[in-house]
């Protein structure tokens, strides 16, 4: 059978990444091997870099972050947490570069905690981070674990949210998924009601209450969050948890700066599972920029969270803001 075009660059790009990155050829010396230019070989690594082929880890964090996670633990009284180092370059501190220094620490260190066989069941929330960290786990052969939604799958059209990480999970490990066939967030209290009256669903939310591990994002309330990006809540409703005090939504939960739920309406319409189900658990929460301050000190002020993982300017804030408190009560 013809190799189609498509096919023969990866394959090439493959070839010339392993030349590269294993053998230690330089380009001239790949090119002379393949028979093309040295121009191509450029474009063939960057093509394996840039479609994912080659994935880089490295070992080892600054001191600085050690300290902070060495900090954050004591304060919070955390298993573990992970600060992803600033990689913003030319200036570049925004949010989309926290989120990829997270995912290039996180996503081998998922792939590490899943391969350990005491993990049977994985129970997972969503959201921009943990989507981004799936995408840089390393593939595990886990065909044994179960990979459970923690809250609603869909969006209020009843279409798929982008931000679900089931599937991908699923495919990284060879595992089996589980989604919630409902709304993150239902229309009414009423409606909220009919759908966890439905069996199926009581059955998925007592499936994922049994998970040995879950792993959620933090979530904020403001323009840029994702229950705004993706429509799952309305500007009326928006405006309603701001009022109420709320800086976090926590699996579909809103909480307020002390880490209490708030007395928003929103807080009735949530199709998930409750925070008590997971209280006592092994918790793995991710949170990405500095617009996540206000949210994530308020999730960890909820006492759910066990370890986390958070880029350098985020930690630095969470120390910073915690002496503050500390001075103004001196």
């Known amino acids: 059978m013809a190799m189609q075009q498509g096919d023969w660059t990866t394959d090439m790009a493959i070839r010339a990444a392993w030349m590269s990155f294993v053998g230690g050829a330089t380009q001239g010396e790949i090119a002379t091997r393949l028979g093309i ?3 191509k070989v450029h474009r063939l690594i960057a093509h394996a870099q840039r479609t994912g082929l080659v994935r880089f880890q490295i070992a080892g964090r600054p001191s600085d972050c050690l300290e902070i996670e060495a900090a954050l633990i004591t304060e919070w009284g955390l298993s573990s947490c992970l600060i992803a180092p600033d990689i913003g370059a030319g200036g570049d501190l925004s949010e989309d570069s926290d989120i990829r220094a997270i995912a290039a620490l996180a996503g081998p260190h998922l792939a590490n905690l899943v391969s ?3 993990i049977s069941q994985l129970g997972v929330g969503m959201g921009r981070t943990l989507k981004a960290t799936v995408e840089q786990m390393p593939r595990v052969q ?3 674990l179960r990979i459970v939604s923690i809250s609603g799958s869909l969006t ?13 999970l699923a495919e990284r490990t060879g595992g089996e998924g589980f989604y919630l066939p409902v709304p993150y967030l239902a229309e009414s209290a009423a409606e909220r009601d009919m759908f966890l009256g439905q069996r199926s669903v009581q059955a998925l939310l007592e499936r994922a209450r049994a998970s040995d591990l879950f792993v959620i994002g ?4 403001e323009d840029d969050s994702h229950l705004i990006r993706r429509d799952l809540i309305s ?3 928006q405006r309603d948890l701001i009022a109420s005090g709320a800086v976090c939504d926590l699996m579909g939960r809103f909480i307020g700066r002390d880490g209490m739920l708030v007395g928003a309406k929103l807080g009735e319409k949530a199709v998930g599972l409750p925070f008590e189900a997971v209280r006592g658990s092994r918790v793995v929460a991710l949170s990405g920029g500095l617009g996540k301050l206000e949210a994530t000190r308020a999730a960890l002020r909820a006492g759910l969270i066990t370890d986390l993982i958070v880029d350098e300017s985020l930690g630095r804030a969470l120390v910073s803001a915690k002496g503050k408190q ?4 001196a």
């Open 37 to 39: 230019s040295n121009a």
């Open 326 to 329: 500390q001075a103004r009560s």
């Open 218 to 221: 933090i979530g904020s309330v």
């Open 116 to 118: 350990n066989s005491g």
């Open 156 to 168: 209020r059209k009843l279409s798929a949210n982008p931000f679900d990480v089931v599937q991908q």
């Open 142 to 144: 886990r065909p044994d």
């Open 235 to 237: 500007r009326d409703e």
